[in-house]
């Protein structure tokens, strides 16, 4: 089993930032990716960005260029930094961790919230 525990959301004005951390625990072995998903109320969850266990990353569109994802492997912890936020990154965020075998784990979510 993994768990995940994010942290780091909250209430900002528009143009703010935020950092959001995710803690991993547990068996954290073959993980392929680790990543940040969003749900805002009404609308389905979204990838925002992701990493691969080599490295690399991916942004959706609307997170080039003001979000940043990075994990510090010694602390288990994957962050999502992001800057110049606006009220349409008002969402839960989630952390995911996937394996290479597909097995997915989800964390319980935290609030962000971008007030105009």
């Known amino acids: 089993q993994v768990q995940l525990v994010e942290s780091g959301g909250g209430l900002v004005q528009a143009g703010g930032s935020l950092r959001l951390s995710c803690v991993v625990s547990?068996?954290?072995?073959?993980?392929?990716?680790m990543g940040w998903y969003r749900q805002a109320p009404g609308k389905q969850r979204e990838l925002v960005a992701a990493?691969?266990?080599?490295?690399?990353?991916h942004y959706a569109d609307s997170a080039k260029g003001r979000f940043t994802i990075s994990r510090d492997n010694a602390k288990n912890t994957v962050y999502l930094q992001m800057n110049s936020l606006k009220p349409e990154d008002t969402a839960v965020y989630y952390c995911?961790?996937?394996?290479?075998?597909?097995?997915?784990?989800w964390g319980q979510g935290t609030q962000v919230t971008v007030s105009s």
């Open positions: 990493i691969t266990s080599g490295g690399s990353t």
């Open positions: 995911k961790v996937s394996r290479i075998s597909g097995y997915e784990y």
């Open positions: 547990g068996s954290i072995f073959s993980i392929k990716a």
